[in-house]
T-cell receptor, first 114, second 114 residues
Framework: GAGVSQSPSNKVTEKGKDVELRCDPI?????LYWYRQRLGQGLEFLIY????????KSGLPSDRFSAERTGESVSTLTIQRTQQEDSAVYLC????????????FGDGTRLSIL | GQQLNQSPQSMFIQEGEDVSMNCTSS?????WLWYKQDPGEGPVLLIA?????ELTSNGRLTAQFGITRKDSFLNISASIPSDVGIYFC??????????????FGTGTRLKVLA
């Protein structure tokens, strides 16, 4: 498609399980970002990719969170041993080259931890 | 994580009225972005600003990059019911910081009464 695509759109899982969230950026966009948005809150930066390298992982809240990117395409965000405080919407964005280029967002994955 | 201050946090207005909201930071930025988020969707870019003092319009929306580089303003003229949503500002630190991270505001929730 033309926009950023995220899957699944919703995920409900039990505390302690691992989850994997997927992001397909806009074709040709080299920069990819992951954000977390808690209910009623703003966007919290998690990690930034330029190509398949991650020069800025400063927003990952703990070592339970990790992310990978294949080339300049798909990225996966993995949360291990999920906790209830991980419940949030996880948004992915991409931009042409990073830097000042505006970021275009997907519709997010709504994650609920029971 | 670090966030910008947006005000007001929420507002109820009558259809046809003009709307003003702003975003302030303790740091200077070299880029400001304004996004709108509808329920269940990702943020959509409205306006991008790249130069202090810049005034840019997109239909009924007008945004300004503050002269001090620490603030930005968004105005919506003649509001209509579909303007309802959450408006986010985002600013990027100067390039010498070595980061391509955008910092997002806390959001202004707008409700338009018909």
């Amino acid at each position: 498609g033309a926009g950023v695509s995220q899957s699944p759109s919703n995920k409900v899982t039990e505390k302690g399980k691992d989850v994997e969230l997927r992001c397909d950026p806009i074709s040709g966009h080299t920069a990819l970002y992951w954000y977390r948005q808690r209910l009623g809150q703003g966007l919290e930066f998690l990690i930034y990719f330029q190509g398949n390298s991650a020069p800025d992982k400063s927003g990952l809240p703990s070592d339970r969170f990790s992310a990978e990117r294949t080339g300049e395409s798909v990225s996966t965000l993995t949360i291990q041993r999920t906790q209830q405080e991980d419940s949030a919407v996880y948004l992915c964005a991409s931009s042409q080259t990073g830097g000042d280029q505006p970021q275009h967002f997907g519709d997010g994955t709504r994650l609920s931890i029971l | 994580g670090q966030q910008l201050n947006q005000s007001p946090q929420s507002m109820f207005i009558q259809e046809g009225e003009d709307v003003s909201m702003n975003c302030t930071s303790s740091s200077i930025f070299n880029t400001w972005l304004w996004y709108k988020q509808d329920p269940g969707e990702g943020p959509v870019l409205l306006i991008a600003l790249y130069k202090a003092g810049e005034l840019t319009s997109n239909g009924r929306l007008t945004a300004q990059f503050g002269i001090t580089r620490k603030d930005s303003f968004l105005n919506i003229s003649a509001s209509i019911p579909s303007d309802v949503g959450i408006y986010f500002c985002a600013g990027r630190n100067p390039p010498f910081s070595g980061t391509y991270k955008y910092i997002f505001g806390t959001g202004t929730r707008l409700k338009v009464l018909a």
